[in-house]
């Protein structure tokens, strides 16, 4: 089964950081475009930050200074620092694969565009 598995996910008060670790299982993640997603309660799942196969990244203007994405193509392994965390960035993350490895290259990041959903790891952030 192709997927991810999400972790690193905790509570954190605001301000704080965490940084969060998405493996591939069950497909070599590179050549693939990948991205995080996140979904608060109640709210559609909504595009966080990509990164391309050829390092290119893209991140959502709510985040944009605050988060960082990487990927280790040999860990199968893609990774999302989160500094300064905000209690709106409450959700559950998700990563996603884009095996056409494009969708980092648009305007938004819009989950359609991405498969291999993993169980997400929760976020916190509270005082």
């Known amino acids: 089964q192709l997927q991810f598995v999400e972790s690193g996910g905790a509570l954190v008060q605001p301000g704080g950081s965490l940084t969060l670790s998405c493996v591939a299982s069950?497909?070599?993640?590179?050549?693939?475009?990948i991205g995080w997603f996140r979904q608060a309660p109640g709210k559609e799942r909504e595009g966080v930050s990509c990164i391309a196969n050829n390092g290119h990244t893209n991140y959502a203007d709510f985040v944009a200074g605050r988060f960082t994405i990487s990927r280790d193509n040999a860990k199968n392994t893609v990774y999302l620092q989160m500094n300064n965390l905000k209690s709106e960035d409450t959700a559950i993350y998700y990563c996603?694969?884009?095996?056409?490895?494009?969708?980092?290259?648009?305007?938004?990041?819009?989950?359609?565009?991405?498969?291999?959903w993993g169980q997400g790891t929760r976020v916190t952030v509270s005082s």
């Open positions: 996603g694969a884009d095996a056409a490895d494009i969708q980092c290259f648009d305007a938004t990041i819009q989950p359609a565009g991405f498969g291999s």
């Open positions: 069950g497909f070599n993640l590179a050549y693939n475009g």
